[in-house]
């Protein structure tokens, strides 16, 4: 009974070390992600890849990190937490290692599919953690912006740090993050998901059942939410060469975007868990929604620029309380785990569906149209779904 008892000055405490491991852990495992742009080419002169062969394996990687959600149903709630972070940190370590002396490409696929089914897994525990914590959109606020920062640094000076060295050098590198992170393993609670009964597990507020309507809603909120914006995203490049706009311009609108999203999502990681999180989701979502209107037609590069901007900065203000709103739905232990599924296959299917309706129709308006038809969906899901107070 004491644990369901706990102090605030505790809690407080608690709380703190998990930030630590959601901040430190988030920004080195997405770098798995971050820099594909960044080895491709790389990948493709020193294993003499087909455009096709360098796909599968980004893909694949990215498919595992999400898939590792599946045999986390299994192990989530019966491993200390501790011992598994432990254990997945290692074989991240071993993977990016054995990468860089690899010299087929069938073998690579497989030490990038394991490395990435294990920062996958991390993750999984990060999300979980997440919504367990007093300030659930604080927590997934520190998740988002570490990210942020993290591929930020990397697409500045990854390029010109290894331009004339191998990609193993890369490779050894994130094994090198990877270790750094076991300092920080120590910061929570091992048994924090399965130790912890009834109320105590859940978030502040939460229900003890699970209500099963408002989580269906939840899961189609974050799954619509992410196929409209990687769909956007994807083919941001190609809205602008579209639109006539130049390679440079383009490339300084992105970057702005880029920071405009990082400080977004500050914003919300300082505003934390507030009343007022409807009213910040519809801001948010209405914002996207205008944003993804304005890339109809061939906009100018104001007109571009603005679009891109508002994108980015409401995306990542978006999410934190999208992430929380679902955290606050119950007591179950896998309503992250399963978000985290949705998060991956949105990933998955959106620049799939939205690269065929653009090859179909020869211009952007299809894929455009259905963005902007996701976010509205997403936006009534994720408002069905809130608790009412």
């Known amino acids: ?126 999300l979980s953690l997440s919504g367990r914590t007093s300030n659930p959109s604080r927590a997934f606020g520190i998740f988002v912006v570490f990210q942020l920062a993290m591929g930020a640094v990397i697409l500045a000076v990854f390029p010109a740090l290894y331009a004339g060295a191998d990609v193993a050098a890369i490779y050894w590198t994130l094994a090198g993050l990877a270790a750094l992170c076991l300092f920080v393993v120590r910061c929570i609670d091992g048994d924090a998901l399965r130790a912890s009964r009834g109320a105590s597990a859940a978030p502040a507020g939460a229900p003890a059942k699970l209500p099963v309507g408002r989580f269906v809603l939840g899961m189609a909120a974050v799954l619509l939410f992410y196929v409209s914006l990687s769909g956007v995203w994807t083919f941001m490049a190609q809205l602008s060469a579209a639109a006539g706009i130049e390679l440079s311009a383009s490339s300084l609108v992105l970057s702005v975007a880029t920071a405009a999203g990082i400080m977004s999502a500050l914003v919300a990681t300082l505003l934390g868990d507030t009343p007022r999180r409807r009213l910040f989701l519809l801001a948010g979502y209405l914002g996207m929604a205008c944003s ?24 990542t203000f978006i999410l934190p309380y999208l992430l929380s709103s679902l955290s606050s739905l119950g007591s179950s232990r896998h309503i992250m785990n399963t978000t985290n599924l949705m998060i991956g296959t949105g990933f998955a299917v959106g620049p799939v569906v939205c690269g065929s309706l653009i090859q179909s129709s020869g211009s952007f308006g299809g894929m455009l149209a259905l963005s902007l038809a996701g976010v509205l969906a997403s936006l009534a899901c994720v408002m069905g779904a809130q608790r009412k107070a």
Do not use: C, H
């Open 292 to 315: 993804v209107a304005l890339f109809f037609g061939t906009p100018g590069l104001v007109r571009f620029a603005v679009a891109a901007v508002i994108f980015k900065f409401a995306w």
């Open 1 to 126: 009974m004491a644990t369901t008892l706990a102090s605030p000055r505790a809690r407080a405490g608690t709380d703190r070390g998990t930030y630590t491991y959601i901040a430190v852990f988030s920004a080195v495992l997405y770098t798995v992600l971050l820099v594909a742009p960044v080895i491709a080419g790389k990948l493709a002169a020193q294993f003499n890849l087909t455009p096709v062969e360098l796909g599968m394996l980004f893909s694949l990687e990215l498919g595992a990190f999400s898939m590792a959600t599946v045999p986390a149903y299994l192990w989530l709630t019966r491993m200390d937490l501790r011992t598994a972070t432990y254990l997945f940190t290692a074989i991240v370590i071993a993977g990016n290692l054995a990468s860089g002396f690899i010299d087929s490409f069938a073998l690579l696929v497989v030490a990038r599919v394991v490395t990435s089914l294990a920062a996958g897994s991390i993750t999984v525990i990060i």
